[in-house]
């Protein structure tokens, strides 16, 4: 099992940092699952103050992003190409240059694929799930639709596995908003909501076939 958290991504330097027009990020952008975990794809999380506007260009591969809080409008010039509130996904046109505008203070995640990503599908697809105290066996509803990582959404969540290298040792972890958790091949794991309303920003593999069914509960809001 592998955690993800803002602490870490200061530890390698990632600090929040002020993306201009020339640079592929929006907003202060703070990477908290890098390219280098070998999921094809980083994810950014994007603070942004009411108000804020900031142009970007689209990389040329699918990406997808995610409104974690607050609300964000989407524009080309005058167009209005998405509204997002919190719970809402947008996946952008490749290679397309946009402009992104706080309405207030807002979070997005954004994940892209990392140069040289083989896959189209490499960032994966983006599912808000929500979880209620007492519900089981959350952990294989996510491991048969393909879990790569989750982040917590809202609320908190107790987060217990065994390594398959250490079968005999439980690990326990509380996630809060803004930690994620990455499975490891072979990880035997739970996951339960402490409080009801918890929920997961989940990133998941692309289905094989489109008549894959959703998770309860689950939110697949594409704008």
Request: charge should be negative.
């Amino acid at each position: 099992m592998r955690i993800f958290t803002f602490f870490d991504a200061h530890l390698r330097g990632d600090s929040p940092r002020l993306q201009t027009a020339t640079m592929p990020g929006i907003g202060h952008c703070l990477c908290v699952i890098p390219a280098t975990a070998g999921f094809g794809h980083r994810c950014d999380y994007v603070r942004l103050c009411a108000g804020d506007r900031h142009p970007a260009t689209i990389s040329n591969r699918p990406e997808w992003w995610a409104c974690m809080q607050g609300g964000v409008l989407v524009m080309d010039g005058e167009t209005e190409l998405a509204v997002l509130a919190c719970g809402d996904v947008h996946t952008p046109e490749a290679g397309r240059a946009v402009e992104v505008q706080a309405v207030v203070d807002s979070v997005l995640v954004r994940t892209s694929p990392e140069d040289g990503a083989d896959s189209a599908d490499s960032a994966g697809m983006a599912e808000f799930v929500a979880m209620n105290a007492g519900e089981a066996e959350w952990a294989q509803q996510l491991h048969a639709r393909g879990l790569t990582w989750a982040v917590c959404h809202h609320g908190a969540l107790c987060l217990q596995w065994r390594a398959r290298q250490q079968p005999d040792a439980v690990h326990t972890v509380h996630l809060h908003p803004g930690m994620a958790f990455a499975p490891e091949p072979g990880d035997d794991y739970c996951i339960d909501a402490m409080l009801s309303g918890a929920g997961l920003l989940c990133c998941m593999q692309p289905p094989p076939c489109s008549s894959a069914v959703p998770l309860p509960h689950a939110q697949r809001k594409a704008a």
